[in-house]
């Protein structure tokens, strides 16, 4: 946990939701089928990832998979009791060893949503340039606001300051891809081929993500990819009319929402929970939950 102001005042707070039986009563209505709880990450230390699977299994929850999901979502299993799904967006190198390891020592299943393009060239994440550029003085838009500017302004500025900045892979390689898609709990998903945010691109551009990423995985892979996570969670019907068009079954948004028997019959907008990197166990706890997703903000 990095040690500022948010974050401790953060963490006196969630203490207090524990403590004052908050996050017990999350488990109570779980296991009366009130809702499936479904909470992502992105390159968290392997303590981290290992900590939030111990805290599922020590709390009585159990897992399910992205399949399992889309089977009771037809009505081919019974809603799950006392459930949780874990996904992973991007693709970073870190999760072979800090997600897919720690999901297989403990038999549990993880769904790894794969930007393909970083795989593919070894270059970083598009946003580590910007913030990269930002910090030598290269460019002057953050990396917030490139993330509301037509896909086309943000990609021209991304390929200017590319060649002055030499960043180190970041993502798998499409080997190590390869590897944990083999290994028995580890499934992957697609979260386009560039990371771009959807909403910001032309009906060709964001039809060529969604469609493109998929056949790349599934030539890569030999397996069938059929679930998608929305770059940073942004997406309207076009988006949903272009999954359900190129074959996908469910797509994963950012929605903190629980997975509730209402909601879920719409499979093109699963809703998540973010465990943050920086915050201390007690926050991300809550967080799991739902229980910081009602409370005063910051
Ligand atoms: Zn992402």
Not at 59 to 69: A, D, K, Q, R, V
Not at 266 to 279: A, G, K, M, N, Q
């Amino acid at each position: 946990m990095v040690f500022s102001k948010r974050n401790i005042a953060a963490f006196l707070l969630a203490n207090f939701f524990i403590l004052s039986g908050k996050v017990k009563k999350v488990f109570g209505r779980a296991s009366k089928g009130s809702f499936i709880l479904s909470v992502y990450f992105h390159d968290p230390s392997k303590k981290l990832f290992e900590s939030c699977v111990k805290w599922f299994i020590e709390n009585g929850y159990s897992f399910i998979s992205t399949e399992e999901l889309a089977a009771v979502a037809k009505g081919q299993k019974p809603f799950p009791l006392a459930s949780v799904i874990l996904t992973v967006d991007d693709g970073w190198r870190g999760n072979r060893e800090n997600i897919a390891a720690v999901a297989n020592h403990y038999k549990i299943p993880v769904t790894i949503f794969a930007s393909t393009q970083p795989i593919a060239t070894g270059e970083a994440f598009w946003w580590s340039y910007i913030a990269e550029a930002n910090k030598k003085g290269l460019v002057s838009q953050s990396v917030h606001a490139l993330k509301k500017v037509t896909n086309e302004e943000r990609m021209n500025i991304v390929n200017a300051v590319k060649p002055q900045l030499p960043l180190n892979r970041e993502a798998l390689t499409i080997e190590e891809l390869k590897e944990i898609s083999n290994t028995a709990f580890v499934s992957i998903g697609s979260h386009t081929v560039t990371h771009p945010i959807l909403t910001n691109c032309s009906d060709e551009q964001s039809f060529f993500e969604i469609r493109e990423s998929r056949k790349i995985l599934e030539e890569w892979l030999q397996k069938e990819v059929v679930h998608f996570a929305y770059p940073n969670g942004e997406f309207t019907t076009r988006e949903i009319n272009f999954l359900k068009d190129s074959g996908y079954k469910t797509a994963f948004t950012t929605n903190p929402r629980y997975i509730t028997p209402d909601n879920f019959t719409d499979l093109y907008t699963i809703p998540r929970f973010d465990v943050l990197e920086d915050v201390s166990f007690a926050e991300n706890i809550c967080r799991m939950t739902g229980v910081w997703f009602n409370k005063p903000t910051f």
